[in-house]
Protein backbone atom coordinates (compact mmCIF):
# COMPACT_ATOMS: atom_id res chain seq x y z
CA UNK A 1 0.00 0.00 0.00
CA UNK A 2 1.13 3.32 -1.05
CA UNK A 3 0.05 6.38 1.28
CA UNK A 4 1.08 9.83 0.10
CA UNK A 5 1.47 13.05 2.18
CA UNK A 6 0.57 16.17 0.08
CA UNK A 7 2.52 18.12 3.03
CA UNK A 8 5.60 17.44 5.24
CA UNK A 9 5.28 16.36 8.71
CA UNK A 10 8.05 16.97 11.12
CA UNK A 11 11.17 14.12 10.89
CA UNK A 12 9.54 12.67 14.13
CA UNK A 13 6.38 12.32 12.60
CA UNK A 14 7.38 10.43 9.50
CA UNK A 15 9.17 8.25 11.79
CA UNK A 16 6.33 7.51 14.28
CA UNK A 17 4.18 6.01 11.01
CA UNK A 18 7.13 4.71 9.39
CA UNK A 19 7.53 2.49 12.33
CA UNK A 20 3.96 1.55 13.13
CA UNK A 21 3.67 0.59 9.55
CA UNK A 22 6.40 -0.96 8.46
CA UNK A 23 3.83 -2.74 5.53
CA UNK A 24 3.35 0.82 3.76
CA UNK A 25 5.11 3.08 1.13
CA UNK A 26 4.55 6.29 2.66
CA UNK A 27 5.80 9.41 0.52
CA UNK A 28 5.97 12.84 2.54
CA UNK A 29 6.08 15.35 -0.85
CA UNK A 30 4.67 19.19 -0.82
CA UNK A 31 3.19 20.33 -4.39
CA UNK A 32 4.79 17.23 -5.92
CA UNK A 33 1.95 14.98 -7.70
CA UNK A 34 3.81 12.67 -9.79
CA UNK A 35 2.65 10.13 -6.95
CA UNK A 36 -0.74 10.33 -7.48
CA UNK A 37 -1.44 7.79 -9.85
CA UNK A 38 0.32 5.34 -7.48
CA UNK A 39 -1.02 6.16 -4.09
CA UNK A 40 -3.90 4.00 -2.51
CA UNK A 41 -4.54 6.85 0.73
CA UNK A 42 -4.04 10.49 0.53
CA UNK A 43 -3.49 12.84 3.37
CA UNK A 44 -3.94 16.57 2.67
CA UNK A 45 -4.72 19.33 4.41
CA UNK A 46 -7.98 19.98 1.62
CA UNK A 47 -6.90 23.16 -0.17
CA UNK A 48 -4.35 21.13 -3.14
CA UNK A 49 -6.60 19.15 -4.65
CA UNK A 50 -8.28 19.69 -8.08
CA UNK A 51 -10.55 17.66 -10.05
CA UNK A 52 -7.73 16.87 -12.59
CA UNK A 53 -6.25 15.43 -9.03
CA UNK A 54 -8.24 12.86 -8.17
CA UNK A 55 -8.23 11.58 -11.98
CA UNK A 56 -4.96 11.26 -11.91
CA UNK A 57 -4.90 9.15 -8.60
CA UNK A 58 -6.59 6.29 -10.20
CA UNK A 59 -6.25 3.95 -7.26
CA UNK A 60 -6.97 5.94 -4.26
CA UNK A 61 -10.04 4.66 -2.37
CA UNK A 62 -9.45 7.16 0.81
CA UNK A 63 -8.76 10.36 1.63
CA UNK A 64 -7.90 11.82 4.21
CA UNK A 65 -8.34 15.50 5.36
CA UNK A 66 -5.89 17.01 8.23
CA UNK A 67 -8.64 19.36 8.71
CA UNK A 68 -12.23 20.35 9.74
CA UNK A 69 -13.23 21.75 6.30
CA UNK A 70 -13.32 19.81 3.33
CA UNK A 71 -15.34 22.99 1.12
CA UNK A 72 -11.86 23.26 -0.92
CA UNK A 73 -12.07 19.56 -2.52
CA UNK A 74 -13.35 18.65 -6.12
CA UNK A 75 -16.68 17.47 -4.26
CA UNK A 76 -18.04 15.99 -7.60
CA UNK A 77 -14.43 14.17 -8.68
CA UNK A 78 -14.51 12.43 -5.56
CA UNK A 79 -18.14 11.82 -5.20
CA UNK A 80 -18.57 10.06 -8.59
CA UNK A 81 -15.65 7.75 -7.49
CA UNK A 82 -17.09 6.90 -4.24
CA UNK A 83 -13.68 7.85 -2.56
CA UNK A 84 -14.16 7.75 1.51
CA UNK A 85 -13.37 10.68 2.79
CA UNK A 86 -12.64 11.71 6.73
CA UNK A 87 -11.52 14.48 8.50
CA UNK A 88 -10.23 15.64 12.00
CA UNK A 89 -13.35 16.77 13.24
CA UNK A 90 -12.30 17.78 16.96
CA UNK A 91 -8.50 18.03 16.97
CA UNK A 92 -8.93 21.90 16.69
CA UNK A 93 -11.18 22.37 20.12
CA UNK A 94 -8.49 23.23 22.48
CA UNK A 95 -6.48 25.78 20.58
CA UNK A 96 -9.34 27.23 18.95
CA UNK A 97 -11.35 27.37 22.33
CA UNK A 98 -7.78 29.09 23.78
CA UNK A 99 -8.05 31.71 20.84
CA UNK A 100 -11.56 33.19 21.17
CA UNK A 101 -10.94 33.34 24.90
CA UNK A 102 -7.92 35.25 24.70
CA UNK A 103 -9.85 37.18 21.82
CA UNK A 104 -12.62 38.19 24.59
CA UNK A 105 -10.06 38.51 27.35
CA UNK A 106 -8.22 40.83 25.82
CA UNK A 107 -11.18 43.48 24.26
CA UNK A 108 -12.56 42.88 27.49
CA UNK A 109 -9.68 43.84 29.67
CA UNK A 110 -8.54 46.53 27.41
CA UNK A 111 -5.45 45.02 26.46
CA UNK A 112 -4.81 46.63 22.94
CA UNK A 113 -5.37 50.09 24.72
CA UNK A 114 -2.68 49.24 27.47
CA UNK A 115 -0.54 47.65 24.79
CA UNK A 116 -0.52 50.73 22.72
CA UNK A 117 -0.04 52.89 25.91
CA UNK A 118 2.84 51.52 26.55
CA UNK A 119 4.62 51.65 23.23
CA UNK A 120 3.59 55.73 23.25
CA UNK A 121 4.97 55.82 26.84
CA UNK A 122 1.70 56.83 28.04
CA UNK A 123 0.90 56.37 31.94
CA UNK A 124 -3.10 56.42 31.13
CA UNK A 125 -5.15 54.87 33.74
CA UNK A 126 -8.19 55.76 31.78
CA UNK A 127 -9.55 52.28 30.08
CA UNK A 128 -13.10 50.80 29.67
CA UNK A 129 -12.36 47.60 31.21
CA UNK A 130 -15.10 45.52 31.93
CA UNK A 131 -15.88 41.96 32.53
CA UNK A 132 -16.47 38.95 31.01
CA UNK A 133 -18.64 37.81 34.54
CA UNK A 134 -22.64 37.26 33.84
CA UNK A 135 -22.57 38.30 30.13
CA UNK A 136 -23.69 35.85 27.50
CA UNK A 137 -22.44 34.16 24.29
CA UNK A 138 -24.38 33.38 21.43
CA UNK A 139 -22.34 30.33 19.97
CA UNK A 140 -23.16 29.29 16.46
CA UNK A 141 -22.02 25.81 16.08
CA UNK A 142 -21.86 24.19 19.32
CA UNK A 143 -20.06 20.76 18.39
CA UNK A 144 -16.34 19.72 19.87
CA UNK A 145 -15.16 23.37 18.98
CA UNK A 146 -18.37 25.59 20.41
CA UNK A 147 -18.80 22.87 23.29
CA UNK A 148 -14.96 23.61 24.28
CA UNK A 149 -15.63 27.48 24.01
CA UNK A 150 -18.69 27.22 26.18
CA UNK A 151 -17.29 25.22 28.36
CA UNK A 152 -13.96 27.84 29.06
CA UNK A 153 -16.92 31.10 29.17
CA UNK A 154 -18.69 29.08 31.75
CA UNK A 155 -15.69 28.84 33.81
CA UNK A 156 -15.63 32.75 33.64
CA UNK A 157 -19.45 33.25 34.57
CA UNK A 158 -20.59 33.55 31.20
CA UNK A 159 -24.37 32.20 30.45
CA UNK A 160 -23.70 30.11 26.68
CA UNK A 161 -26.95 29.47 24.07
CA UNK A 162 -25.82 27.31 21.35
CA UNK A 163 -27.54 27.93 17.77
CA UNK A 164 -27.12 24.55 15.42
CA UNK A 165 -29.42 23.43 12.39
CA UNK A 166 -31.98 21.56 14.51
CA UNK A 167 -31.83 23.05 18.28
CA UNK A 168 -30.83 19.84 19.52
CA UNK A 169 -28.99 19.85 22.78
CA UNK A 170 -25.00 20.27 23.00
CA UNK A 171 -22.88 20.32 25.63
CA UNK A 172 -22.03 23.20 28.07
CA UNK A 173 -24.54 24.93 26.70
CA UNK A 174 -27.00 26.38 28.70
CA UNK A 175 -29.34 26.73 26.00
CA UNK A 176 -30.21 25.51 22.75
CA UNK A 177 -32.12 26.78 19.59
CA UNK A 178 -32.15 26.40 16.18
CA UNK A 179 -30.89 28.34 13.19
CA UNK A 180 -34.45 29.96 12.86
CA UNK A 181 -34.47 31.00 16.20
CA UNK A 182 -31.27 33.18 16.18
CA UNK A 183 -33.08 36.62 15.45
CA UNK A 184 -34.81 36.13 18.55
CA UNK A 185 -31.56 35.31 20.79
CA UNK A 186 -29.62 38.02 19.69
CA UNK A 187 -30.43 41.02 21.48
CA UNK A 188 -29.41 39.29 24.39
CA UNK A 189 -25.71 38.17 23.57
CA UNK A 190 -22.99 39.68 24.42
CA UNK A 191 -20.97 37.92 22.20
CA UNK A 192 -21.40 36.56 19.26
CA UNK A 193 -19.04 33.45 18.27
CA UNK A 194 -19.21 31.42 14.89
CA UNK A 195 -17.47 28.52 14.40
CA UNK A 196 -19.98 27.06 11.34
CA UNK A 197 -17.95 25.12 8.46
CA UNK A 198 -19.36 26.29 4.83
CA UNK A 199 -22.45 24.72 3.71
CA UNK A 200 -25.39 25.33 1.51
CA UNK A 201 -27.30 26.16 5.09
CA UNK A 202 -24.71 28.32 6.87
CA UNK A 203 -23.04 30.40 3.37
CA UNK A 204 -24.41 34.04 3.97
CA UNK A 205 -26.59 32.64 6.95
CA UNK A 206 -26.11 35.90 9.13
CA UNK A 207 -27.83 39.07 6.95
CA UNK A 208 -28.25 42.94 7.67
CA UNK A 209 -31.29 41.80 10.14
CA UNK A 210 -29.29 39.59 12.01
CA UNK A 211 -26.51 42.50 12.54
CA UNK A 212 -29.43 45.25 13.19
CA UNK A 213 -30.62 43.10 16.32
CA UNK A 214 -27.27 42.14 18.04
CA UNK A 215 -26.42 45.19 20.78
CA UNK A 216 -24.29 47.55 20.06
CA UNK A 217 -21.94 46.62 22.60
CA UNK A 218 -21.66 43.51 21.09
CA UNK A 219 -18.30 41.34 19.79
CA UNK A 220 -18.92 39.58 17.03
CA UNK A 221 -16.55 36.30 16.50
CA UNK A 222 -16.02 34.31 13.26
CA UNK A 223 -13.85 31.57 13.48
CA UNK A 224 -15.57 29.38 11.28
CA UNK A 225 -15.65 29.94 7.52
CA UNK A 226 -15.79 32.98 5.77
CA UNK A 227 -18.71 32.96 4.03
CA UNK A 228 -20.89 32.95 7.05
CA UNK A 229 -21.46 36.69 6.13
CA UNK A 230 -20.86 39.21 2.97
CA UNK A 231 -18.62 41.51 2.86
CA UNK A 232 -20.82 44.11 2.21
CA UNK A 233 -23.20 43.32 5.35
CA UNK A 234 -20.29 43.27 7.91
CA UNK A 235 -18.71 46.23 6.33
CA UNK A 236 -21.86 47.74 6.55
CA UNK A 237 -22.72 46.54 9.93
CA UNK A 238 -19.15 47.80 11.51
CA UNK A 239 -19.48 51.33 9.66
CA UNK A 240 -23.18 51.93 11.30
CA UNK A 241 -21.91 50.52 14.84
CA UNK A 242 -24.14 47.82 15.40
CA UNK A 243 -21.76 45.99 16.92
CA UNK A 244 -18.92 47.44 18.77
CA UNK A 245 -16.33 44.73 17.32
CA UNK A 246 -15.55 41.92 15.18
CA UNK A 247 -12.65 39.58 15.45
CA UNK A 248 -12.25 37.66 12.48
CA UNK A 249 -9.77 34.62 11.78
CA UNK A 250 -11.84 34.01 8.25
CA UNK A 251 -13.04 35.84 5.37
CA UNK A 252 -14.65 35.34 1.98
CA UNK A 253 -11.41 36.24 0.21
CA UNK A 254 -8.32 34.61 1.54
CA UNK A 255 -5.62 35.88 2.21
CA UNK A 256 -7.64 39.39 2.46
CA UNK A 257 -6.20 41.81 0.08
CA UNK A 258 -4.22 44.98 0.61
CA UNK A 259 -6.00 47.46 1.00
CA UNK A 260 -9.21 46.24 2.62
CA UNK A 261 -10.95 48.28 4.97
CA UNK A 262 -10.88 45.44 7.62
CA UNK A 263 -6.97 46.55 7.93
CA UNK A 264 -7.54 50.12 9.17
CA UNK A 265 -10.58 49.84 10.80
CA UNK A 266 -10.26 50.44 14.82
CA UNK A 267 -13.19 48.18 15.74
CA UNK A 268 -12.17 45.25 13.87
CA UNK A 269 -8.93 42.27 14.74
CA UNK A 270 -7.83 40.63 11.59
CA UNK A 271 -6.23 36.95 12.69
CA UNK A 272 -5.09 35.20 9.69
CA UNK A 273 -7.29 31.98 9.83
CA UNK A 274 -4.81 31.20 12.28
CA UNK A 275 -6.96 30.47 15.73
CA UNK A 276 -6.67 26.81 14.66
CA UNK A 277 -2.67 26.90 15.21
CA UNK A 278 -0.61 24.81 17.49
CA UNK A 279 2.63 22.92 17.70
CA UNK A 280 0.50 19.80 18.72
CA UNK A 281 -1.78 20.49 15.08
CA UNK A 282 0.05 17.61 13.04
CA UNK A 283 0.41 15.64 16.14
CA UNK A 284 -3.21 15.66 17.08
CA UNK A 285 -3.90 14.88 13.31
CA UNK A 286 -1.95 11.39 13.46
CA UNK A 287 -3.57 10.90 16.65
CA UNK A 288 -7.22 10.82 14.32
CA UNK A 289 -5.07 9.20 11.39
CA UNK A 290 -2.98 5.96 13.07
CA UNK A 291 -6.05 3.93 14.66
CA UNK A 292 -8.30 4.84 11.57
CA UNK A 293 -5.77 3.38 9.32
CA UNK A 294 -4.72 0.38 11.50
CA UNK A 295 -8.61 -0.39 10.89
CA UNK A 296 -8.27 0.11 7.49
CA UNK A 297 -5.55 -1.95 6.98
CA UNK A 298 -7.24 -4.35 8.50
CA UNK A 299 -10.20 -4.93 6.76
CA UNK A 300 -10.71 -1.62 4.97
CA UNK A 301 -13.35 -0.17 8.00
CA UNK A 302 -14.91 2.88 7.42
CA UNK A 303 -13.00 5.37 9.59
CA UNK A 304 -13.96 7.76 11.82
CA UNK A 305 -14.59 10.89 11.30
CA UNK A 306 -16.61 9.94 8.05
CA UNK A 307 -17.22 13.19 6.02
CA UNK A 308 -21.03 13.53 4.36
CA UNK A 309 -19.86 14.89 0.56
CA UNK A 310 -22.99 15.86 -0.16
CA UNK A 311 -23.63 17.76 3.49
CA UNK A 312 -20.53 18.99 3.92
CA UNK A 313 -19.18 18.20 6.99
Known amino acids: MEILFTFIPKENQQQRLISEFPQVNFRFLYKDKEHLPFADVIVTYGEDLTAADIAAAKKVQWIMVASAGIEKLPHQAIAERG ?31 IYENQRNEEWNRRTRSSEMHGTTALILGPGAIGSEIGRLLQAFGVT ?5 RSGALADNMDEMVSFEA ?11 ISILPSTQETKY ?21 GDL ?12 EEVAFAVLDVFEQEPLPKGHPYWSMENVIVSPHVSSHSGKYVE ?30
Open 182 to 192: ILEKLPQADYI
Open 284 to 313: RALDVFIPNLKEWLAGQTVPANLVNMEKGY
Open 83 to 113: ITVSNVKGIHKIPMAESALAHLLALKRSLPT
Open 205 to 225: LLKEAHFQAMKKTAIFMNLGR
Open 160 to 164: TIGCN
Open 229 to 240: VSNEVLLNALRN
